[in-house]
């Protein structure tokens, strides 16, 4: 008689990524899988007990959730892993750190506090509160959307003048935004993907002619990158801060050293794996079954 395989929940939106699905396909070959869209979820609290529920079949006996949620998600994904962070179930992060991921200044404000180097950053609403920021940052700048993501949402402003013209805009839509020091890079970056205390890939990404932004999904291209002690360890110590057990880590290699532009959690692997040549989707799947224990 077979031995019954471990069962994971996969949740995602309706219109699930194409690194959703090749993390999914590599994971049926281990796992008893289900996928299920986040806003078909519902909650149910009665007596003490929490329900989470699917077409009205309440989701238990699970050994693994694995998220994958994006920022128009997030807060809808915040309720529904505080609801499965009550019932114990594994998963490579809790609630919160959704809320601090999926905002880059809460994000900056944690690594921060843990002594990782990011950038000079400010948030502001207000054109006479970004005049004031003027006034202390060095142009150019970078505006960057609080919950942006695959490099959209980021401008690259060359003066103050620039910075208010764009700050209008952002007023008349309600955004509040965040200014950020430039670091120049020669239009590199890294990206680091951690799983756990391990290192599961890593390339470095190079922007297109005229582009600042190194992000595959704005025209930038990827090359396989061998992080050194400083690059892991520093990747690792992100991932820690956040209190996520799997992230991926951007880095900037400035003249001053390694600086951290983000971190994310709901990271493509597309990109990487084809330019790392190697099999990222099973790595993560090595990663999950070493989280159940699984020999």
């Known amino acids: 008689m077979s031995e019954k395989k471990p069962k994971v929940l996969f949740i995602a939106p309706a219109q699930s990524s194409k690194t959703t699905h090749m993390i999914l ?9 289900s996928l299920v869209p986040i806003y078909e979820l519902t909650i149910g609290m009665n ?7 699917h077409k009205g079949r309440e989701l238990k006996g699970y050994d693994y959730i694995f998220p994958r949620i994006d920022s128009k998600r997030a ?18 992060y809790h609630a919160k750190t959704i809320r601090i991921a999926h905002d880059k200044f809460l994000t900056g404000l944690v690594l921060s506090k843990e002594g990782i180097p990011v950038p ?16 202390q940052i060095k142009f150019p700048a970078m505006i960057k959307l609080l919950s942006g993501s695959g490099g959209r949402g980021i401008i690259y402003v060359e003066d103050i003048n620039a910075l208010e013209s764009i700050m209008s805009s952002f007023e008349i839509l309600g ?24 290192i599961i890939g890593a390339m470095k990404r190079i922007a ?23 690059i892991k360890e520093l990747s690792i110590k992100t991932a820690k801060a956040l209190d996520t057990r799997l992230c991926a880590v951007d880095i900037i290699e400035s003249s001053k050293g390694p600086v951290v532009l983000e971190a994310n959690i709901n990271f493509g692997i597309q990109g990487i794996s084809k330019a790392t040549d190697a ?17």
Do not use: W
Request: charged share 35%.
């Open 25 to 33: 396909e590599e994971a049926k070959k281990e796992f008893d899988c």
């Open 47 to 53: 007596k003490g007990k929490i329900k989470i529920m």
């Open 75 to 92: 807060e809808y994904g915040f309720d529904i892993i505080s609801a499965f962070d009550y019932t114990g179930v594994k998963k490579p």
């Open 120 to 135: 000079k950053t400010y948030l502001a609403k207000t054109k006479e509160a970004l005049r004031d920021i003027s006034r």
């Open 175 to 198: 955004q509040h935004i965040i200014v950020q020091e430039f670091v120049e890079s020669g239009g590199k970056d890294l990206r680091v993907l951690v799983a756990g205390d391990t």
């Open 208 to 230: 297109k002619n005229g582009e600042k932004r190194a992000n595959i999904c704005v025209g930038g291209t990827g090359e396989r990158y061998v992080p050194g002690d400083e």
């Open 279 to 295: 099999n990222i989707a099973k790595k993560i799947v090595e990663f999950i079954a070493d989280e159940l224990k699984i020999k």
